[in-house]
């Protein structure tokens, strides 16, 4: 079932989709009903998809084998989750600059076989990389504290506060970040992964299709679907997710269109 907003854009003409996965695509480790189904479809109407998490610990390979295993057939290029973006903005504007990165192992050895200079010790860090980390503690506080100050760049990988699982949400980047925010007495000076302009920006690259064509498929008004009309794209809410049906009711982000799952997906564009 969808039901479509009050400012709801015309949505027959649509060829690009972002679509995001935790909580869109998937919940956990088990595929939502209907939506390979549903990216099926699409790519028989000719739409081209890209998937767009901002799960900061798995890298586009990573995802092309997990979502093969649901019976979804993605291509790395069709893959931007905030590992890359994150990627991406350190070889863009902190190239060979020693960083030390607060996150997962994961994340760690994906931008080390980027090139990006690591190092263990945060006060010989230019910049500061903040993520999920699931060994986050006081230590890490203490260390980000005794190494950032105000010449060193610190950025976030996403704002994801919280993470949707098969047993509830679970604490995300946001967290993590807010944490060591508070702690140095000052925010980030960019936090990536969606709702920003770098993931837009790559996005729409990935998809190669103008925004006004697009539509932003996700569960969360404050990072998928502001992503979508920072950017001039439109805008569906799934309600398997972080977001409910009342959230969209209170949000400045006003949904194109809210989806009971991506399942709905196809009709919609019809």
Not at 116 to 119: D, E, I, Y
Not at 157 to 173: F, K, N, Q
Not at 185 to 203: F, W
């Given at each position: 079932?969808?039901?479509?907003?009050?400012?709801?854009?015309?949505?027959?003409?649509?060829?690009?989709v972002?679509v995001?996965?935790?909580?869109?695509?998937?919940?956990g480790?088990g595929v939502?009903?209907?939506?390979?189904?549903?990216?099926?479809?699409?790519?028989?109407?000719?739409?081209?998809?890209?998937?767009?998490?901002?799960?900061?610990?798995k890298t586009?390979?990573?995802?092309?084998d997990r979502?093969?295993?649901?019976?979804?057939?993605?291509?790395?290029s069709?893959?931007?989750?905030?590992?890359t973006?994150?990627?991406?903005?350190l070889?863009?504007?902190?190239p060979?600059?020693?960083?030390?990165?607060?996150?997962s192992?994961s994340?760690?050895?994906?931008?080390?076989?980027?090139g990006?200079?690591?190092?263990d010790?945060p006060?010989?860090?230019?910049?500061?990389v903040?993520?999920?980390?699931?060994?986050?503690?006081?230590g890490?506080m203490?260390?980000a504290?005794?190494g950032?100050d105000?010449?060193?760049?610190?950025?976030g990988?996403?704002?994801?506060?919280?993470?949707?699982?098969?047993?509830?949400?679970?604490?995300?980047?946001g967290?993590?970040?807010?944490?060591?925010a508070?702690?140095?007495?000052?925010?980030?000076?960019?936090?990536?992964?969606?709702?920003?302009?770098?993931?837009?920006?790559?996005?729409?690259?990935?998809?190669?299709?103008?925004a006004e064509?697009c539509?932003?498929?996700?569960?969360?008004?404050?990072?998928?679907?502001?992503?979508?009309?920072?950017?001039g794209?439109?805008t569906?809410?799934?309600?398997?997710?972080?977001?409910?049906?009342?959230?969209?009711?209170?949000?400045?982000?006003?949904?194109?269109?809210?989806?009971?799952?991506?399942?709905?997906?196809?009709?919609?564009?019809?």
């Open positions: 079932m969808s039901t479509a907003s009050d400012s709801e854009r015309a949505l027959d003409d649509i060829r690009g972002v995001d996965l935790d909580g869109t695509v998937y919940r480790d939502l009903p209907g939506a390979a189904e549903a990216v099926a479809t699409l790519r028989e109407r000719g739409v081209a998809v890209c998937f767009c998490s901002n799960n900061p610990t586009p390979v990573e995802y092309v979502l093969g295993g649901m019976g979804i057939e993605a291509d790395e069709e893959i931007l989750p905030a590992s973006v994150t990627r991406d903005y070889r863009d504007h902190h060979d600059e020693p960083t030390h990165l607060l996150g192992e994340l760690a050895e994906y931008l080390r076989d980027s990006q200079h690591l190092v010790d006060r010989a860090a230019s910049v500061f903040a993520s999920w980390d699931e060994r986050f503690d006081y890490d203490s260390e504290l005794a950032v105000e010449e060193t760049t610190f950025l990988t996403d704002p994801d506060r919280t993470i949707p699982t098969a047993d509830g949400l679970v604490p995300g980047s967290a993590v970040i807010g944490a060591v508070r702690t140095v007495g000052r925010e980030p000076d960019r936090v990536l992964g969606k709702p920003s302009p770098e993931a837009a920006e790559d996005a729409l690259a990935r998809l190669g299709v103008p064509d539509l932003v498929v996700g569960d969360r008004l404050d990072t998928d679907l502001r992503m979508g009309a920072d950017h794209m439109a569906a809410l799934v309600l398997t997710g972080v977001s409910a049906r009342t959230d969209a009711a209170e949000s400045d982000v006003d949904p194109d269109a809210v989806l009971d799952s991506l399942a709905d997906l196809p009709a919609l564009l019809e």
